[in-house]
């Protein structure tokens, strides 16, 4: 694999990860789930789980496993986001280091190609879950307001470099994609 292909996004979701529904999951054959924290599920400078995030994770928990992975190094932060929301986490992950993800994989007793990536960034997120061989979902960060109004230097920085690098960041046509034949057989 080249290491254009390990920036590519399996799903670009074009929306937060309030977006991804259980009907996006099953089209993917995606039975369990890895997701990044910090600007996935709560914006930097938040520390309390929104009501919409704790009712998405109430109900994508029916459907495939849930585990937290994150780079940032706080146990009050992150741990406390996991407790509220009532999964397992790892922190201090070094993304793009496999380690912690296959730690979680491992935890699911799933196949690792059977379990999704899901982050808000390229070079730590999506390439990780690529390395591991892992499905890969970028998806649209969480930010407050008043933060998204403001220039985001070094996610913009890695979308240029990414489209430099061959990287299609086009939203994948996920929503009319319920009719067509699953994209992995
Ligand atoms: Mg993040």
């Keep these: ?24 999951l099953s089209h993917h054959q995606i039975k ?24 998405w994770v109430d109900t994508i928990r029916q459907v495939t496993p849930i585990w937290l992975v994150s780079n940032n190094v706080s146990e009050s932060r992150i741990g406390s986001i996991a407790n509220t929301l009532t999964l397992p986490y790892l922190l201090g992950a070094v993304k793009p280091s496999r380690r912690k993800l296959r730690q979680a994989v491992q935890a699911m007793e799933l196949p690792v190609s059977d379990v999704a990536m899901v982050g808000d960034r390229l070079f730590t997120d999506v390439l990780a879950g690529n390395r591991l061989g892992m499905f890969t979902i970028l998806v649209e960060p969480m930010v407050d307001a008043a933060v998204a109004a403001r220039s985001y ?32 057989s």
């Excluded at 074009?14 to 009907?23: E, F, K």
């Excluded at 789930?33 to 309390?48: A, H, Q």
């Design 32 to 55: 369990g789930l890895v997701l990044d924290v910090d600007e996935t599920l709560v914006p930097l400078k938040k520390s309390e789980v929104s009501e919409d995030l704790q009712q």
């Design 1 to 24: 694999m080249s290491k254009t292909k390990l920036l590519q996004p399996d799903l670009v979701l074009g929306d937060t990860i309030l977006g991804l529904t259980p009907a996006i």
């Design 153 to 184: 230097p070094i996610h913009n920085f890695e979308v240029w470099l990414s489209q430099i690098l061959g990287v299609s960041l086009m939203t994948s046509p996920h929503k009319s994609a319920q009719n067509d034949k699953p994209l992995r």
